[in-house]
């Protein structure tokens, strides 16, 4: 099927999917009964591993009995089970045992490794599936349908890994993505190859990827290389690590003079281009604006709350905020105050701890994200990410949360419109904080106002006012997120997942990243 036929696959998808569709609305309407009809069927699957009847878990069992049985876990506490359910061919812990097992990126700590079950694959699978739906249905109207899916250097897997294969191969004559792109390892030449096969194709019109510094990395370079880039188009092939990579069309003459001369004007590039779909939120959020200037003409929808172990949340053009994924997942929250509360009961403006149960055997998972209440979509609650429970600094016991950081710095006058990043240091016998800047600062004295804002923070007060830790230093490093990037690429975590950070915890990660960023290496 050409191109040209997209608006023909849309009409019959639509018309295909449609009842699945309705389905979860009306599940929206009645987020109650819906999650009671969703905990029966995996409190049936459940009671049936050694992990449920090692808790005395009955399959007729309702929430009451539910909650009193399994306690709340974090990843640790079922590691054990984890390990027991790899080396054996029984449901420990999965419902039918695990297909795989799925390591998280752990850009903000340990990596985990998550049993996957055709359960939990066809919870992604709906995930997209109810999301292109709504796209089709209520987003931007497309033409070509030409779309680019997040892709990694030198990883296994990529997005159209978690659709189905029906699907896969329908959408498959629609994606823009070089054929063995994701077995080449080194970021520069992954960079270089794909950015050529986004600029042959003029029709380009939806882009999808995890973190937005991911696509604001890859125009920068665009902008510092369009000479080699515009080489390259007019060749037609660029030959690396012993393959050539074919581009699937000729490169007009007018496209190559709008990227070799002149203003670079991404419009032009891309006039087409309608969506470009990432995270927004949280530490999201400081990274967003330079695609927002580099793309005005296209709409940026936030992607939903989205794990290695669960979709939990999904965006629908209709709602202010993301909706809840209640077919597949089991949602509790934790109050501030330790109460636990089901979907249809918390407030909205509300922030609380995102606990799960998902079909892959996660029971009563508490995941680390906080989540805030914004209000209501049909009757369900909608749900904004507003980050990590357990990022937290602590050199001296100071015990710095990320979330306080972002809050507070984002804020700042002088660092407005400046990415940034905190680390903890250790260096010369001094422990302190040093703040990364990618650009020029608006001026004053920027580290004395980064200090007097952490000082909001009492343990951080306490310690500075005790001479244990140093004032916050200032260090300007340019494309600092393409760094990041790159780091947790050389540290094998999947550079498409990797997530923003607006604070590296942890004083080791921190160091190498400060060693990495300082080394002639980088700055080239």
């Not at 991911?214 to 030959?239: M, N, V």
């Amino acid at each position: 099927m050409a191109r040209l036929g997209f608006s023909h696959f849309a009409r019959g998808f639509r018309f295909a999917y449609g009842r699945a569709y309705r389905s979860f609305l009306a599940d929206l309407a009645e987020p109650e009964r819906a999650q009671d009809r969703l905990l029966g069927q995996m409190v049936a699957e459940m009671s049936a591993t050694d992990y449920g009847r090692r808790h005395g878990l009955a399959q007729d069992d309702a929430y009451r009995q539910f909650a009193q049985k399994l306690p709340v876990v974090d990843y640790d506490g079922l590691s054990p089970w984890v390990e027991l359910q790899r080396r054996s061919a029984r449901p420990v812990l999965c419902p039918g045992g695990a297909a795989f097992y799925e390591r998280t990126s752990g850009s903000s700590g340990a990596s985990k490794e998550i049993p996957y079950t055709p359960g939990l694959q066809a919870s992604f699978v709906r995930m997209f599936l109810l999301w292109a739906y709504d796209c089709l249905k209520h987003g931007p109207q497309l033409r070509s349908g030409s779309t680019f899916l997040s892709v990694s250097p030198g990883s296994a897997q990529d997005d159209t890994d978690y659709l189905p294969r029906w699907l896969h191969s329908v959408i498959g004559r629609h994606l823009v993505l070089p054929r063995g792109l994701r077995q080449v390892a080194d970021a520069e030449t992954f960079k270089r190859i794909l950015a050529a096969y986004l600029l042959n194709e003029p029709a380009l019109e939806v882009v999808s990827v995890w973190n937005p510094s991911y696509f604001s990395s890859l125009l920068e370079f665009i902008e510092a290389r369009r000479s080699l880039l515009a080489a390259d188009l007019r060749a037609g092939a660029i030959a690396a690590g012993g393959r050539v990579f074919r581009l699937p069309q000729a490169t007009s003459s007018q496209r190559i003079q709008k990227l070799d001369a002149g203003e670079l004007d991404f419009r032009d590039l891309w006039p087409q281009l309608r969506l470009l779909s990432c995270w927004t939120d949280a530490n999201a959020s400081l990274v967003i604006e330079p695609l927002r200037r580099r793309l005005p003409h296209a709409v940026i929808q936030g992607k939903g709350l989205v794990a290695t172990e669960a979709p939990m949340t999904i965006p629908l053009w209709r709602s202010s905020a993301p909706v809840p994924l209640l077919s597949e997942v089991f949602f509790e929250f934790i109050a501030d105050d330790g109460r636990i509360c089901r979907l249809h009961e918390v407030d909205v403006g509300a922030r609380y701890e995102l606990v799960i149960s998902q079909r892959g055997g996660l029971a009563r998972y508490r995941i680390g994200d906080r989540v805030e209440v914004v209000g209501r979509y049909l009757a369900a609650p909608t749900l904004r990410f507003v980050g990590r429970s357990s990022v937290v600094s602590d050199l001296v016991g100071e015990k710095l949360n990320e979330n306080f950081v972002r809050i507070s710095l984002e804020g700042l006058a002088q660092l407005a419109g400046v990415r940034w990043m905190l680390l903890p240091a250790v260096e010369g016998g001094k422990a302190g904080y040093i703040v990364l800047l990618d650009g020029p600062l608006a001026g004053g004295d920027v580290a004395a106002a980064v200090d007097a804002r952490l000082q909001h923070a009492h343990h951080y007060r306490l310690a500075r006012e005790l001479g244990q830790l140093s004032p916050a230093a200032l260090e300007w490093h340019p494309r600092l997120d393409q760094a990041y990037l790159e780091w947790n690429a050389a540290h094998g975590r999947k550079w498409g997942n990797v997530k923003p950070a607006a604070l590296i915890s942890d004083v080791k990660r921190a160091a190498s990243f400060l060693e990495y960023v300082r080394s002639p290496a980088w700055i080239r």
